[in-house]
């Protein structure tokens, strides 16, 4: 043959009364194993929220944001289901901790329903519908005292109930 020939494909065919080779096919009383899916959540809007969360944790901690505390508010207003509470170190990194959680926020399918106090930088208060985060200075979040405000124990829920 010459160099730019092509070969022929030859037919292979079985030979009557041939056996198959070892490992060809199933085996008998073999299972058939079948890639397992990951799990769906029973409720999407818990995985969305826990996903939102994850997503807002980890741009603070990106940005160097200090004391952050999640807080769940489930019961105590309609307003939001979770609070996130962070310091920021100056009215700058404040303002930069702010903008990073709105531009993670967006990355992941996130849209922010407001953001206020970017102007003066020393509070500034993100709402993500079901979730806001307040990035504050350290003398702001002190004054106003957001977690004695809304962090509720069980115990204290249930008296309260």
Do not use: C
């Not at 826990?50 to 019961?75: F, Q, W």
């Amino acid at each position: 043959m010459s160099a730019g020939a092509v070969r022929p494909k030859r037919s292979v065919k079985a030979k009557a009364g041939a056996r198959p080779k070892v490992g060809a096919g199933p085996k008998v009383g073999a299972e058939h194993k079948v890639s397992a899916k990951p799990k769906k959540t029973a409720d999407p809007a818990a995985a969305r929220a826990d996903s939102l969360k994850a997503v807002v944790i980890r741009a603070l901690e990106d940005m160097k944001a200090l004391e952050i505390k999640v807080l769940d508010v489930r019961g105590l207003t309609d307003v939001a289901d979770t609070m996130v509470i962070a310091s920021g170190t100056s009215d700058r990194h404040v303002r930069s901790v702010a903008q990073n959680v709105v531009e993670k926020t967006k990355q992941a399918g996130f849209r922010p329903h407001g953001v206020e106090g970017q102007q003066d930088s020393d509070w500034v208060l993100i709402d993500l519908h079901d979730m806001i985060v307040h990035v504050m200075l350290p003398r702001v979040r002190e004054f106003y005292g957001l977690e004695k405000l809304w962090d509720m124990t069980v115990t204290k829920r249930a008296a309260r109930a």
